[in-house]
């Protein structure tokens, strides 16, 4: 059998998609992720920054140089925006975003013939398994976007037709991962807020049907935008703490009103503080994560002052900051007021150091606090993993992977990357 390797790039759907496309692989190929040996190699791409362009490239030349010899594959939303780029770059095959689905027929042809493909509507992915290990595992539910953001490319690549997975078939997927022995589900798309628009349901009526379903698990969802949160959400996400993870990743973008404008966000400070109020007038210590874009056209040191302010007052778990990267076909690449790359690096130097004193702040909130940990693996007789607020903690001795309540006792920084990295430790009671 031939060896095939998947390496993956950009979101957490990608990552379920990688899954999905191993899956469908498996009975014909020998399939590994990240194996650096291989007779053919897919590169699941991502189109979001240019950094993730330029990685993507880099990875192809690396593995080209070590086995010329193999086939190269690439898929996904750099593919759908920039297929002649790729052509010319030397891959054997290149495939849009809808045609992962048809990955098998694809390597089937490429291996036994001069690659011609005919591509066919194929059934959604579902997997019965994670390339993260045996604790947490990713079901895609949504793909596509309504919305009109400036500068996301990403619309461009996954269409602005919403696509929801029938929730039988999530509902189905979700109870054999359960079955199988997972303990996280992540419910992940392009945004999962718009779940059900074109089904006539929705993100609150999925969830309410797998919260009932048995077994001790708990749900995270993945990005959510300000918009598409109502009362109805809210209440059901903050009244099952043992189903659904006191914790969003709630996109922001920008604090400035002006900026959020210029980029067609939708909202204004006062919508995304009311969400977050919503949820911590119930729980306060309940986490958000958020991205950032930093040096956005136009941004004024005003601007950038407001974002800082609006850091300090949401009191984020961890901020993802980005220096704007004009995307080609945006309407941010052509705007005037471009910033010059050390204005954007240092005005990221300035948040991260900002969005740091954030999480400390909000991390020593839970000093002295119970919580109930998923251990994921262990370490010099410690036991790590993350909580239902998505907090990193170390706890003293050695579990199982299962779920431990614990009580924090301090908070522990280490270097990471460059960067500080905060967690908890704590002990299991």
């Known amino acids: 059998m031939k060896k095939v390797s998947i390496f993956t790039l950009g979101c957490k759907l990608n990552q379920y998609e990688s899954q999905g496309m191993a899956e469908r692989l498996n009975d014909q190929f020998l399939v590994a992720f990240n194996n650096e040996e291989a007779d053919v190699y897919i590169i699941n791409s991502c189109t979001v920054t240019a950094e993730a362009e330029r990685k993507l490239r880099q990875l192809y030349r690396r593995l080209k140089k070590k086995s010329p010899g ?3 594959v690439v898929v996904g939303c750099y593919s759908e925006t920039s297929p002649n780029e790729l052509k010319q770059l030397g891959f054997d095959l290149v495939m849009g975003v ?17 690659g011609s493909v005919h591509y066919h509507k194929a059934e959604y992915f579902r997997v019965s398994s994670s390339p993260e290990g045996r604790t947490r595992a990713y079901i895609g539910i949504e793909d596509g976007c309504l919305n009109r953001c400036t500068y996301c490319r990403i619309r461009l690549a996954r269409g602005i037709r919403i696509e929801s997975k029938p929730p039988e078939l999530v509902v189905d997927e979700f109870t054999r991962l359960i079955n199988a022995g997972f303990k996280e589900i992540v419910l992940t798309g392009i945004n999962i807020g718009y779940y059900g628009y074109d089904r006539r349901t929705s993100l609150t009526e999925l969830l309410s049907t797998l919260i009932s379903i048995d077994g001790e698990w708990r749900i995270r969802l993945s990005s959510l935008d300000p918009r598409l949160i109502n009362d109805e ?51 306060p210590r309940f986490a958000f994560t958020t991205d950032v874009i930093v040096g956005f056209p136009g941004e004024t040191e005003e601007d950038f002052k407001d974002t800082l302010e609006f850091v300090r007052e949401v009191g984020f778990l961890k901020v993802h900051i980005f220096r704007f990267s004009p995307r080609p076909g945006t309407e941010a690449a052509d705007m005037e007021g471009q910033l010059p790359g050390n204005v954007k690096k240092n005005r990221a130097t300035i948040l991260k150091k900002v969005a740091e004193e954030s999480s400390k702040r909000y991390l020593m909130k839970h000093i002295g606090l119970e919580s109930k940990v998923l251990i994921e693996r262990k ?38 990357f460059s960067s500080a990295e905060l967690h908890c430790k704590s002990v299991a009671i």
């Open 70 to 72: 193999s086939l190269f």
């Open 98 to 114: 809808k045609q992962k689905r048809n990955i098998k027929e694809a390597l089937l042809n490429l291996l036994g013939s001069n």
């Open 379 to 416: 370490e010099s007789g410690y036991s790590l993993g993350y909580d239902e607020y998505f907090i990193h903690h170390k706890i003293s001795g050695i579990f199982p992977q299962d779920f431990v309540t614990v009580r924090t006792h301090e908070i522990l920084e280490s270097e990471a």
């Open 233 to 283: 959400l809210v209440e059901l996400i903050t009244s099952n703490p043992d189903r659904v993870a006191q914790h969003l990743h709630l996109s922001l973008q920008s604090g400035s009103d002006r900026v959020l404008s210029l980029m067609r966000r939708g909202y204004t400070r006062a919508k995304y503080i009311s969400v977050v109020d919503a949820f911590r007038r119930v729980n």
